[in-house]
């Protein structure tokens, strides 16, 4: 499937594009050596919307629409507004900050060739966490447990005292941010500086060197690494 919109336009500042991931595999250096990567089915995305500051926005910035829903399970705004740009409506949508005014279109459709010029070697990876509902202190902070000697008896994952160290005219009063038991995972994270191993542009795959958060079929975001050049 060729782009849209990409004639004559620079894309090394905006490299992102919304996608699934498919799982984890590995690939063979030319000297042999084993990589295990993730696989990112990514894109074709739609933009559906632009917004800059000439306009009456506040801040640059594309929004984009990944997967086609069946309109019976959006609502009608979303369609009205996926209609403008002559699209359906989406699974996922997700908007991307930019530092300049963007030079896409309505209606123009982005694909991995975002990054198959080279020039983006490293990317960030959002996405959610696996959720591994409520959890006691030992698993979600890593607490190491009471002694296993004698003299404590059913109490050897325990946070121990949640009181201490509290202010004088307070008593035992917990502290804001205590480390305590509680729900763990299905929470927004990020995995930075991942290095970008292949591009398949046929089957719109990327592979990711490494890990990246949620489960396998979980929407994630890939853009261009921030922090690294």
């Known amino acids: 499937m060729s782009p849209q ?9 905006v490299a992102a594009l919304l996608g699934k991931k498919v799982g984890m595999t590995r690939v063979y250096t030319e000297g042999g050596e084993v990589v295990p990567v ?11 919307a632009t917004k800059s500051t000439a306009g009456p926005d506040t801040y640059d910035a594309v929004q984009l629409g990944f997967e086609d829903v069946k309109p019976h399970r959006s609502t009608l705004p979303m369609i009205g507004h996926a209609g403008k740009a002559g699209t359906g409506p989406k699974r996922l949508i997700r908007e991307v900050r930019l530092k300049e005014a963007p030079e896409a279109n309505p209606g123009d459709v ?8 080279g020039q983006v070697r490293f990317v960030d990876v959002i996405g959610t966490t696996k959720g591994r509902g409520y959890a006691g ?3 979600r902070h890593h607490f190491g447990g009471q002694p296993g000697s004698h003299g404590t008896e059913r109490k050897h994952r325990s946070p121990g005292g949640i009181g201490g160290m509290a202010q004088r005219g307070r008593g035992r009063c917990i502290k804001k941010g205590k480390r305590m038991a509680g729900h763990l995972g299905n929470a927004r994270r990020t ?3 991942q290095e970008l191993v292949s591009v ?3 089957n719109n795959l990327l592979l990711v060197k490494g890990s990246v958060p949620g489960p396998n079929g979980g929407y994630v975001v890939v853009r261009q690494a921030k922090a690294k050049k």
Do not use: Y
């Open 5 to 13: 919109g990409f004639e004559g336009k620079s894309f090394h500042m």
């Open 38 to 48: 993730t696989v990112i089915q990514a894109g074709p995305c739609s933009v559906l």
């Open 110 to 117: 982005w694909t991995v060739e975002l990054f198959e010029s």
């Open 137 to 139: 202190v030992m698993r």
């Open 191 to 193: 995995s930075r500086n």
């Open 200 to 202: 398949d542009k046929e």
